[in-house]
């Protein structure tokens, strides 16, 4: 497989939705057009994404969906199912623990810490907050292989380190904290920051004539 | 001013973080070099990006942190204050009505408001859930910027509407429901999906050698 950019893997994933609301809307196929319009991109992004990954669908008759959707899904390791601890039991992530849509696609949370005492012991969803200091145990006993930070920006970097520290190992973080954090090579981190949509669109409103 | 991609003001959100960062920590200049390597871009791409709204910095000398984050402040629309409603108080209604960054960053959520009967009349950090009956006058009487639509998927669109309508005039929505959503022109929407990045993250669990 050629080096793909995240930019690239974001848009598989919004194919990925248009393919899985398609199916259970009962339609079969969807050609690159559909596919473009449906996320405002061209056809030419559509094609050239998947082309990245082989050969799908036929000229003129479009991509079946159920094929198209198993496939990119491989691709997106969604066919599996992930461990996922997640650290901090703050409103973020206590979403997080409620959002189904994690669950269903596959990333399973099955670990919660947290080192606030008035925290640790709650029940949230069926699991029991954990002390932080069970970090190694927790992460071991349950196979982790991705954790989810939600801790604030000044505890971000310490807890990254402690998750990445070679006795634990986690290969993976998703990091909601608002802050940039350095992990060691061959560990993949991605940063979810939920005020970076909501200032495109103050830009919009300050500029409406700038926006494409 | 030209038009400008979402990429580039998504990565001026990220220069404003890195200069909020640096005046806190009483830096007072920054170069495009350690703007870059903060956010993991080349200086090619920053000088690129700020070149749009004029002449910042000059060179050899780095950026003044204060001036440049007051300027990329005014670009975003940060130096003003906006008035966001969030439709719907479940859990990610809840997180974001306790995020913290929202108001510090002068997006002030001012109702809050569910179809739920067991949410209405409830309490979420000073805000009381009102009926979605009354979206018309809540939109009105607090002169509601920005809605902030937390509603299951299959509802979305129909919420979208209401907001959108004529007697009610949204003009900018920032959706967690994970469907794509039509706006009326002149409105500006942006998504926000919690999955998306964690899928980043099981591709490259899954395709390692693939991610750049």
Redesign the interface.
Known sequence: ???????T??R???Y???LD?AERRHITTLSSDELAK??HLTAAQVRKDLSFFGAFGRRGLGYNVTDLKRNIGR????D?S?N?AVIGA???G???I??D??RS???IIKTVLDNDPSKVGMVIADLEVKDLKNLRGEIRSHGI??A?LCVPANAAQKVVDMLTASEIGV????NFA???LSVPD?V?I???????????????????????
Do not use: C
Not at 1 to 7: F, R, T
Not at 75 to 78: A, K, M
Not at 171 to 174: D, E, F, G, S, V
């Open positions: 497989m050629p080096k793909i950019s995240y930019a893997v974001r598989l994933s919004r990925f939705r248009s609301l449906q996320n691709i997106l390791g969604l599996k992930w996922v703050g409103n973020i206590r979403a997080l409620n959002f849509q994690f696609q596959g990333f292989d991705i989810i290969k993976a973080i998703l608002p802050v940039s061959g993949f991605r940063n979810e920051n939920m005020a970076i949509e909501i200032e495109a669109l103050s830009f919009a409103l300050t500029n409406p004539e700038a926006v494409r």
